[in-house]
């Protein structure tokens, strides 16, 4: 499985589409059951020029996309049912992707891709800029997918807070006082306040911020921790 997300509106909780590679070949498929059987969804040779890397809806909406290689970005907005390709005119490709749901904001989003970078819409992925100038994000995650409130991370220890403030983007880098020189390659908050990030040879650190300051802490008995 490369990618997993959840359609999640008022009359619909049962849906899940994966990106899944088979001998080579890369399926989008779709469950309506909670995962229990799944089903491929059938894409023209258009919109499969390139592999797809991974997808994401928007909360509470019909409305997906789904990205890959060399610029690849599928997009539909009945639910799956069915996906039209979105001419990017970018070349690097697109490993993750978040839009949030808030009224007004559901031209605007932002992927990670396989340069390091994170890049910015405003026009519901047709047009894509670079969002940071430095720095190799790995991963993002949002605990708030109404507003655009979450974290990202990536080499070296990177951590970055991101959000919409009066609907635009800010990525603010931030400094733990610990030296943590390792990669982080996955990030998971259940709120501002609390996280987890997992590191290079799997080593897992729980994040807090209650204090106002962000601070890691190593999680003992994780794989790869030696303890």
Partial sequence: VISLSFKTTSTD???RYALVNTSGTV????STSWGGTWSIVSLSDKTRTGNLL???FINGTDDGFSGGEDGILLKTTNGGSDWKLIETGVTFSF??????????????????AD????YRTTDAGKRWRPASSIGNYKSFHFYDRTNGYGF????DGLIARIGWVSGKLKI???NPPQIITDDFTAVSFSSADDGI???????????SQGSGNILLYPVTNSPGSGS
Avoid: E, M
Wanted: glycine fraction near 10%; hydrophobic fraction near 40%.
């Fill in 13 to 15: 909780t049962s849906t």
């Fill in 27 to 30: 399926n989008l498929i779709k």
């Fill in 54 to 56: 991974c997808n994401y």
């Fill in 95 to 112: 490993k993750q992707l978040f839009f949030p749901s808030a009224t007004g904001f559901l031209d605007s989003g932002i992927a990670i």
């Fill in 115 to 118: 340069d390091g970078k994170l």
């Fill in 152 to 155: 990202a991370v990536g080499d």
């Fill in 172 to 174: 603010i880098k931030l």
């Fill in 197 to 207: 990030v997992v590191g290079t040879n799997s080593k897992i650190y729980k994040i």
